[in-house]
């Protein structure tokens, strides 16, 4: 397929999706794992019909607050951008993280790249880079869009590019702390410190399982394995944590 074709069929897509998106959308609690999952099976059906290997990685089970369509859009942009720009390679990866309440949402291509004069501005709005990686029917707002909808979800958007290298593009996101993050907040300092003297002894290993879950990050799910039966180191660190910070920073 030339570029033209593979930017017509990502551009028929991208306008496919806005356009079932509902103005009168109200923020609220997502899943960001149920609403990924059923987001990228989209974009893995248009890489196999582009020819492009898609790679998704794990989709952490975390909650954020916002709307549906502001995370779709955050999503098509960059996907189209990479499906569009992946050049000869025809690689993408996308890959999901969550540590210390924040989610990364990270795409990946091994294309063309972007020249580092432009890297600066490429979020301006209108802004068109060169040649190689505009083309006729881009408006210059797409980026300029997401990092409008990441600041109002009070994120941050990142970007690497090298010339013919290729482009990474990180998106950071809060998210909502869960139920017993709020329930154990409203215990105090002294009330937190009790609890965990009483059932951290307990909890030292389950609560990590429940964070590797929650976050996909694998230090946590070995953490958990490891405290079983060392599960008085555990106990240990998590009541320091929340005799000194008054937090659940090791335990949470």
Request: aromatic share 12%.
């Amino acid at each position: 397929q030339t570029a033209g074709q593979m930017n017509k069929k990502v551009q028929d897509f991208v306008e496919s999706m806005r356009g079932a998106a509902s103005n009168e959308e109200k923020p609220e609690k997502i899943n960001v794992r149920e609403f990924f999952v059923a987001e990228c099976e989209k974009y893995k059906n248009l890489a196999e019909n582009l020819g492009i290997k898609l790679k998704i990685g794990r989709i952490p089970k975390v909650t954020v607050y916002c709307k549906k369509k502001d995370l779709a859009t955050i999503l098509q942009n960059l996907m189209s951008n990479a499906f569009k720009y992946c050049g000869e390679k025809k690689k993408v990866r996308l890959t999901f993280s969550s540590a210390r309440k924040k989610l990364s949402i990270k795409v990946k291509d091994w294309g063309i790249g972007i020249k580092k004069s432009d890297l600066p501005h490429i979020f301006d709005r209108f802004y068109m880079s060169d040649k190689s990686r505009s083309v006729s029917d881009s408006s210059g707002l797409g980026l300029y869009i997401v990092k409008n909808v990441v600041e109002n979800m009070n994120g941050k958007i990142f970007v690497k590019s090298k010339e013919n290298k290729g482009t990474t593009f990180r998106v950071v996101l809060p998210w909502e702390s869960d139920d017993m993050d709020v329930q154990l907040s409203h215990a105090g300092k002294f009330g937190r410190f009790l609890i965990t003297l009483l059932f951290g002894w307990a909890t030292a290993s389950i609560v990590r399982f429940v964070q590797y879950e929650r976050t996909g990050n694998v230090k946590f799910l070995i953490a958990g394995f490891m405290l079983i039966p060392f599960f008085f180191v555990g106990w240990f660190a998590d009541m320091m944590s929340v005799a000194i910070t008054g937090k659940y920073t090791l335990l949470m």
